[in-house]
């Protein structure tokens, strides 16, 4: 696992690297490395893919809802002035 992780640390970085240069071709190959790293470290950690996921998805999932939280409904003005408003678009 160890060997697994300074692996992936290492693709991770020339990852950041090729975006940082702005070299679309090696940034999808670093990628893929990545990601098949990744993959790697899942299996060997017992974590199913699907969990990931679904990890994914709830997020997703949530960021949608903020967002149409923080939307107006077309109530009057004073309503409005205290709706709740999600300022952040970080995912938890």
Do not use: Y
Not at 26 to 51: C, K, N, P, Q, T
Not at 53 to 79: A, H, N, T, V, Y
């Amino acid at each position: 696992m160890q060997r697994l992780s300074t692996d992936f640390g290492r693709h991770a970085a020339a990852c950041v690297a090729a975006c940082i240069m702005h070299d679309a071709p090696e940034l999808a190959e670093r990628s893929a490395v990545v990601l098949h790293d990744l993959f790697g470290m899942w299996a060997r950690a017992g974590i199913d893919e699907a969990e990931v996921w679904e990890e994914i998805s709830k997020r997703l999932r949530l960021g949608d809802l903020m967002f149409e939280l923080s939307q107006p409904s077309g109530r009057s003005i004073e309503r409005r002035r205290r709706q709740w408003n999600v300022t952040s678009t970080k995912l938890p």
